[in-house]
């Protein structure tokens, strides 16, 4: 998909399309969730990043290559793309090794706290796109929906406990970086195809060392759940949604799309009792009204 030549849409509020698009987005992050649950029994989920980064290249440059897009040609994105690619695997690198310290539950508390970094940091990079109150207001909302459907995190106590935190908010400022220099360098001007492939191989040695590192390996081939699991991550997940969102993100306001990732999480309790039979609680009703009405008081005229 090519990025817009004219400007770059800083503070251009979501139409209907977007909104159907980043919704589906969500959904399918969702389910991603789960899939990346169903697989690790098999494959350590280190090991499933580098090889979803690694399958989902091949695909990308192949999808770009029949579009015609140009991916090597000389566009000052060089050291931006770098940089993306290293926050992105450094963003993955913290969501899975500070999973072996933290609790599921407290890692997406922490890790949704990137919506608020990137409000944060585009007073700074992207000063055409700030928030007023009712967007604040609307951004707190739906954090609050967060909170009744996951809960209040308590004190942690084990000190093993507060490296996973301190990893999943680190992991936070990292995707809030990503869609920052994203937005406000020169990757805006260029196919989202090329974007995404700037992250994905410098991210998939980044991943494969950190697997080595951890000690992950694959014991005995894996089951064919596992294997579905992994390609719906590989080829749906990483080389369709995530290209979708990053050129989502070159056209329109960046804070009201980050927003909309607060539904990333509900969509995966929803499919996490769909498909692996977790049980919902009644707050989870309560959390998607909260949600929804904070997504409407930020993405309202201003």
């Not at 694959?218 to 990483?238: D, H, R």
Request: glycine share 8%; with cysteine; proline share 6%.
């Amino acid at each position: 998909m090519s990025a817009p030549s004219a400007h770059h849409h800083h503070t251009r509020p979501l139409d209907a399309l977007a909104v159907a698009v980043v919704v589906m987005l969500c959904l399918s992050w969702g389910f991603n969730q789960v899939s990346v649950k169903l697989a690790i029994h098999d494959i350590p989920p280190l090991l499933q990043g580098a090889i979803r980064s690694l399958g989902a290249s091949l695909i990308v440059a192949a999808i770009a290559k029949a579009r015609g897009e140009p991916l090597f040609a000389r566009d000052g994105t060089l050291f931006a793309g770098l940089v993306c690619g290293a926050l992105f695997g450094a963003e993955f690198i913290c969501i899975y090794q500070g999973l072996v310290f933290t609790t599921a539950t407290r890692a997406v508390l922490f890790i949704y706290l990137a919506p608020f970094f990137v409000v944060l940091g585009g007073r700074i990079f992207l000063p055409a796109d700030r928030f007023h109150l009712p967007q604040w207001l609307g951004l707190a909302l739906s954090f609050a929906g967060m909170l009744v459907a996951f809960g209040v995190p308590t004190p942690a106590l084990d000190p093993r406990q507060i490296v996973g935190d301190v990893m999943m908010v680190g992991a936070a400022l990292l995707w809030a970086a990503t869609t920052l220099t994203i937005k406000a360098s020169a990757l805006a001007r260029v196919p989202s195809e090329k974007v995404m492939l700037y992250q994905l191989v410098v991210s998939a040695p980044m991943l494969a060392l950190a697997a080595w590192l951890a000690g992950e390996r694959i014991p005995q081939a894996p089951s064919a759940l596992a294997l579905g699991a992994l390609a719906y991550q590989t080829v749906w997940v990483v080389s369709v949604t995530f290209v979708l969102w990053f050129a989502l993100v070159v056209r329109y306001s960046a804070n009201r799309l980050s927003a909309f990732t607060f539904l990333t999480p509900l969509f995966g309790v929803a499919a996490g009792h769909l498909v692996l039979g977790e049980p919902l609680t009644p707050a989870f009703a309560a959390a998607v009204a909260l949600v929804a009405g904070g997504l409407i008081l930020v993405n309202r005229a201003k």
